[in-house]
């Protein structure tokens, strides 16, 4: 998990896992031999459920990408990742000084997507000033790896266990809705493969849209996140 920095615009502090907005490069022929999955692979990947807009590859594409440029956490097969090279290519993505898919191929380098799960889709509460819609993905960590947070952008990054990340929650550390859910989701298994096989076997990727309701009366108003019914019908 990664700890979003004091001055962030969108949700200061949080403990979240790696992510972002899906770009334009994103989309670039050039993931055709760089993605590892084709169209009608990422489209069985995301299982016809993905937020509208962009192709479904570019959200997978995206997710690795961000992983990258937020944890140094590259999704792909092969010998382990140099560090010293790592670093470097982390700080050009990062900085926009170079596109993802020019430093991959520039070191002979390849996602593999083929094992990334799609977990769940989450649509931020209405009347909020800001709202995203956004898809949740879990892959397992390639070996030979050494995460490192994203200078600048990241506060601080950690690794562990689903029930550790909960406890710091119920301790006072800021969590989102959709991180909490997850965050229950993967405490039930005590494995990896056990975790991705599991979550695409239970997932529903209907989008959750949770609800922004007035609570504490008239004497002390406040506005809390009210979460959907698990069989409520959720409007996209």
Do not use: H
Not at 18 to 45: M, T
């Amino acid at each position: 998990m990664v700890q979003r920095p004091v001055a962030s615009e969108f949700a200061p502090t949080a403990l979240v896992f790696p992510g972002g907005r899906v770009d334009e490069a994103d989309a670039d022929p050039a993931w055709d031999r760089l993605a590892g999955v084709d169209d009608a692979a990422a489209e069985a990947i995301l299982a016809g459920a993905a937020p509208p807009g962009p192709p479904a590859r570019a959200f997978l594409v995206a997710a690795a990408r961000e992983a990258f440029e937020e944890a140094r956490v590259l999704l792909t097969t092969g010998a382990a990742l140099d560090g010293e090279w790592a670093t470097g290519a982390q700080l050009q993505v990062q900085r926009g000084e170079e596109a993802f898919a020019r430093v991959l191929d520039a070191a002979g380098l390849r996602l593999d997507l083929t094992a990334v799960v799609y977990i769940s889709r989450w649509i931020t509460p209405e009347g909020l000033p800001r709202r995203y819609d956004t898809a949740f993905f879990a892959a397992a960590m390639p070996p030979g790896q050494e995460p490192a947070a994203a200078p600048g952008e990241i506060e601080d990054l950690m690794w562990l266990t689903p029930e550790d990340a909960l406890g710091r929650q119920a301790a006072g550390a800021v969590m989102l809705p959709p991180t909490t859910t997850t965050l229950r989701a993967l405490a039930g298994y005590d494995t990896v493969a056990g975790a991705l096989e599991g979550l695409r076997l239970s997932r529903n990727l209907k989008p959750i849209l949770p609800r922004l309701v007035q609570a504490g009366g008239n004497v002390a108003p406040q506005l809390v996140v009210d979460m959907p019914a698990a069989d409520e019908e959720t409007p996209a």
